[in-house]
């Protein structure tokens, strides 16, 4: 039988990481464009999140359709790889005080290879959760 609270949590943990990537690309000053790219991906991303995690609350137990979306949180599964991601790059930007706040939101902290490696998740993580919101799961 599928646990919709154990899919729920493993949503929850990336919208909040996620988060930390968006207040922090609202924050960066005249960085490169990759800034923009990042910002958009991850803002579209919490938005599918946000309806997955509708879908998942609003379903029943037994539900076909969550019992094949459970793939999705088992460990080591899609969201279990992208949120440990999504970790690693959030330690870069540890919270500061001071003046190094202030550098901290004027310096970016990635390099090309980093950001269209991201993306590059990003965008199949989007795509498998369209799928499972189309009811095309996995």
Known sequence: MSDPLSISASIVAVLQISGVFITYLKDVHDAP???ISFLAEISGLDGLLD???????????????LAELQALGVEN???????SDLKRLAAKLEHVDGIKEVGRR???K?????IKDIL??????KTLI????????L
């Open 33 to 35: 464009h990759d800034r």
């Open 77 to 83: 599964g899609p969201l279990g790889q992208f949120k």
């Open 51 to 65: 309806a997955l995690q509708i879908r998942v609350q609003e379903a029943k137990s037994g539900d076909p359709w």
């Open 110 to 114: 990635f390099n090309k290879t980093e």
């Open 106 to 108: 004027l310096t970016w």
């Open 120 to 125: 590059s998740k990003i965008e199949r993580m």
């Open 130 to 137: 369209t799928f499972a919101l189309t009811n095309n799961i």
